[in-house]
């Protein structure tokens, strides 16, 4: 059974960092291209940031494009994205994905979410 679990999220004031862990169990990790999505209130999930199985590649939203940083650790099973100089329309459900296709917006495998509020 494949289970994507994110941590890492909370509540943070405007210009400050979080750093998002997804640790990973029942696939071949190091196979998998991984990616983080986000959902604000009353909107539609969206890509965020995604990053190949060798972390060799990696890409962003424009949105978040210099202020996040996706990365990942093979031997721990884990994808990262450390965000910095949030900003108030950052707050979202942040969810981990396995195999991420960003612009259909669909992936083989999701985390339950984490929850990110960013304070004016």
């Known amino acids: 059974q494949v289970q994507l679990v994110e941590s890492g999220g909370g509540l943070v004031q405007a210009g400050g960092s979080l750093r998002l862990s997804c640790a990973a169990s029942?696939?071949?990790?190091?196979?998998?291209?991984m990616g983080w999505f986000r959902q604000g209130p009353g909107k539609e999930r969206v890509f965020v940031a995604a990053i190949s199985w060798s972390g060799a590649r990696t890409n962003y939203a424009d949105s978040v494009l210099g202020r996040f940083t996706i990365s990942r650790d093979n031997a721990k099973n884990t994808v990262y994205l450390q965000m910095n100089s949030l900003k108030p329309e950052d707050t979202a459900v942040y969810y981990c994905a396995a195999n991420p296709q960003r612009v259909a917006g669909q992936a083989d495998y999701w985390g339950q979410g984490t929850q990110v509020t960013v304070s004016s």
């Open positions: 029942g696939l071949s990790f190091s196979t998998y291209a």
